[in-house]
């Protein structure tokens, strides 16, 4: 009865078996945690997805800013980009069967007993894990709803860049979406910084990596995003689980009981098919 998380698979679906074989996932005794980001730059996310889906209730999922961005094109609240790798899913058959689940999965997910929780980005400082939940509910709320669509559209943007509870409607809503899954530096009153993409020490002037301001309770928080971290964080607090597959790196599965890591290198590196494009 083990638990596992992975980071961000983002269709390097090979990569995602042999890990999966590695650590003997047994889908009717273990439990999978994914941290977002199942789709895009990567060449097999249709498979990925359905893969996922059959897990049922052995896998408890997050939504990274990719799978949020799948959900926009698909349901024509956004056009394709042309880095965008997920158009097997937009022609599958099963389209719409396979977005309605992934409308249906959390922004954040928690285990109190184990005091785990993860989420695709990270949990800024400025938040307690309690009231996260509360706010990762409002978006869960609005993707299951009849506004799914007008959120998705109006989802993407930077502003407004710091959360106050006296937001409201799409600010609100796409405040809370960015620091679930797209937050890396922010500031000490918990102003995002959308720039800078690179490793830790890299920090624009009066910024941080997110989980390196100190906060208050002693739940462990997975998250993925990251790739440039490749698994590394400073805070024994936070577990990195973007070991950068699809960038050349590694596919990681995180034993959640045991903190032992596993993984398979990867086959397909982004950047190279780019560069032989
Ligand atoms: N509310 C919203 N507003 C706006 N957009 C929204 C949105 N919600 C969803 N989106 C969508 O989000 C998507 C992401 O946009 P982008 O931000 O353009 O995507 P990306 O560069 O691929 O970043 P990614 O999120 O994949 O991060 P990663 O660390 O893996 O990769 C980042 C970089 O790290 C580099 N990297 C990887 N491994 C590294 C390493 N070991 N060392 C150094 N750099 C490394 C890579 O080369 C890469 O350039 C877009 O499709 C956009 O439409």
Not at 202 to 209: M, S
């Amino acid at each position: 009865m083990a638990i596992y998380a992975v980071g961000d698979i983002q269709g390097c679906y090979e990569n995602f078996c042999c890990l999966l074989d590695e650590i003997k996932f047994d889908s009717s005794n273990d439990t999978l945690w994914v941290a977002g980001d199942l789709v895009n730059r990567g060449p097999d996310s249709l498979k990925t997805v359905r893969h996922i889906k059959s897990l049922g209730k052995s896998a408890r999922v997050v939504l990274g800013n990719h799978d949020l961005h799948l959900l926009a094109v698909a349901r024509g609240a956004q056009s394709r980009k042309r880095k965008d790798t997920f158009g097997d899913i937009l022609d599958a058959p099963d389209v719409d069967e396979l977005m309605d689940w992934l409308r249906h999965q959390k922004l954040m997910v928690r285990d109190k007993t184990r005091k785990i929780v993860m989420t695709h980005a990270g949990v800024p400082h400025i938040w307690k894990i309690k009231q996260a939940k509360r706010y990762a509910k409002e978006i869960e709320t609005v993707l299951k709803s009849d506004d799914c669509d007008a959120f998705l559209k109006e989802m993407y943007g930077n502003t407004p860049k710091m959360w106050c509870e006296s937001l409201a409607g799409m600010e609100r809503l796409r405040v809370i979406t960015n620091y679930f899954t797209r937050m890396r530096f922010i500031d000490e009153g918990g102003v995002l910084d959308f720039d800078s993409k690179l490793g830790p020490l890299n920090a624009p002037p009066g910024y941080k990596p997110w989980y390196a301001f100190t906060r208050n309770g002693s739940s462990k928080i997975i998250f993925g995003h990251w790739a440039a971290l490749e698994g590394r964080v400073s805070n024994p607090q936070m577990v990195a689980v973007d070991t950068g597959c699809v960038w050349g790196g590694k596919l990681t599965a995180v034993n959640l009981e045991t903190w032992e890591r596993t993984s398979c290198a990867c086959n397909f590196d982004e950047r190279a098919s780019k560069d032989n494009q």
